[in-house]
């Protein structure tokens, strides 16, 4: 296996760990009812985050390691798809129709808002810093 390969594994596998920690970490710290606050703030701030990398990195070139290690590693450590479906259907479960409505609302509409607003902010932090690179 190449060695940049190598280096991009290790870079999503430590970024992973930190995500995931730090998921938990908000997941304990938010866990005080039955509405999934903690999941909701993970991935609305995680896809800012991912969004504003993804501007800031389509600018730049930058060392895929340092990429796929932010980006894979720590944003897709952090966000959570899965439970956003648990949490879903806990909620749906439980016949609790407008909390399950506003939180599949929140999460979708505003994590795709937040990526968008952190993909601008991205562009336009990488074009304030200069060295612009030409995309082909």
Excluded: H
Excluded at 85 to 94: G, I, K, P, V
Excluded at 115 to 132: D, F, P, S
């Amino acid at each position: 296996m190449k060695i940049s390969v190598m280096k991009n594994i290790g870079a999503v596998a430590a970024g992973g760990a930190i995500g995931t920690l730090l998921r938990y970490y908000v997941n304990l710290y938010l866990l005080t009812s039955s509405f999934p606050m903690g999941t909701l703030i993970e991935n609305i701030t995680g896809s800012f985050a991912l969004g504003a990398l993804t501007g800031w990195f389509l600018s730049r070139q930058r060392r895929e390691w340092l990429r796929v290690g932010l980006g894979v590693g720590i944003c897709g450590g952090f966000t959570t798809m899965s439970t956003l479906a648990a949490d879903s259907t806990a909620l749906l479960l439980e016949a609790q129709w407008l909390p399950a409505f506003l939180y599949l609302l929140l999460s979708v509409f505003g994590g795709v808002m937040s990526a968008l607003a952190g993909l601008l902010l991205g562009q336009k932090l990488a074009a304030k810093r200069g060295r612009e690179v030409k995309l082909n």
